[in-house]
């Protein structure tokens, strides 16, 4: 697993805001492209609505990172560098 810092809280607040701007606008697309191919979905429709969703995984992924969410899954009382994966 790669461990990812962000130093600044303005890398923080772009990072969270493209997160953002994946989540609604994938959400969004995939939203449309169902309502518009409902029943008609061929395999490359199909592969579409996979990249979007995927595009909305991404971006929560980058909402977890700059939110540093990540800190509170840590155990009580743990130093931060005793989770890192290298």
Do not use: C, N
Request: proline fraction near 2%.
């Amino acid at each position: 697993m790669v461990k990812i810092r962000l130093h600044s809280r303005v890398a923080s607040l772009v990072v969270s805001v493209l997160g953002a701007a994946y989540v609604i606008l994938g959400l969004t697309l995939l939203a449309w492209y169902l309502a518009d191919t409902w029943g008609t979905a061929g395999m490359l429709d199909r592969a579409m609505q996979f990249m979007l969703v995927v595009a909305v995984i991404t971006g929560a992924w980058f909402i977890y990172i700059a939110g540093g969410w990540h800190q509170f899954l840590r155990p009580r009382g743990s130093h931060p560098e005793q989770h890192v994966v290298r």
